[in-house]
């Protein structure tokens, strides 16, 4: 009789399945070689199983995979824990150093958050049905400057960490030359937030690509009030994508 997985491993392999389908990792690696080069350095903040990592490093970049979830981060020393090019490290990235909380959704960990308002934008909204946050643990919290201090500046910057990236954002004081983040139709005001960081920073080309698709929503860069603007009229079933900002406008051309 073949042994039954408890319920956190079973979604940790509905995660690897989605993830690592045929045919993704040429996709991926096509995509992100327009951020990435030989040598490069990488910060992948929310690295879940690893598919952005192990895109980045087949590319030659070095990477910093930031996992807090503490099964995610023991699969992630499986995958790459002999590889010299990625640094593991097991926290949350905020807006400053110190301690919080992640909420864990057992059944399905793509969506563990430490952002309570994020919890609350999920309950009962369209296409969140279902989501139960039923663990929590205290983690220490890094910055993405306290990184770049360890590590080096990074060349491109990773954040998918559900409803936290205006956090991440606002413990970064430099700007890389590229770099993504997630946003949700559930809270377009931290994708707003996360876009004035941006700006702050000096980032002026912006474009974005929604859900898991690897495809520009847009020709040209826009800046980040058409860019909020366009976030704002979305449907709610887009449900989320992710922003990319670049110091070089032909990196996120269509």
């Not at 989501?131 to 491109?156: E, K, N």
């Amino acid at each position: 009789m073949t042994p039954r997985l408890a319920p956190e491993a079973r979604a940790i392999g509905r995660s690897l399945r989605l993830y690592y389908p045929p045919g993704r990792a040429a996709r991926l690696d096509a995509f992100h070689r327009r951020f990435l080069s030989p040598g490069d350095l990488a910060f992948d903040i929310g690295a879940h199983v690893g598919d952005r990592t192990a895109s980045f490093r087949r590319l030659g970049a070095r990477v910093v995979a930031v996992e807090p979830q503490p099964r995610l981060a023991r699969l992630l020393r499986l995958l790459f824990g002999r590889d010299p090019g990625v640094a593991r490290v097991a926290a949350l990235v905020g807006a400053a150093e110190g301690e919080a909380v992640l909420r864990l959704n057992t059944a399905n960990p793509t969506v563990a958050s430490a952002s309570p308002a994020f919890l609350a934008a999920a309950e009962g909204a369209p296409g969140w049905e279902g989501q139960r946050w039923d663990a929590a643990l205290s983690l220490p919290v890094t910055t993405l400057d306290a990184l770049a201090a360890a590590h080096g500046r990074p060349d491109f910057v990773k954040i998918d960490v559900e409803g936290y990236e205006a956090e991440a954002l606002a413990g970064l004081s430099f700007a890389p030359r590229a770099l993504s983040f997630e946003f949700t139709t559930i809270q377009r005001a931290v994708a707003e937030a996360a876009l004035r960081r941006l700006a702050a920073l000096g980032y002026r080309a912006f474009n974005a690509c929604l859900g898991e698709g690897m495809a520009f929503a847009h020709p040209l860069p826009l800046d980040a009030a058409a860019m909020s603007g366009w976030i704002a009229a979305l449907p709610a079933e887009a449900n989320s994508g992710d922003v990319y900002a670049s110091l070089e406008p032909g990196r996120i051309m269509a």
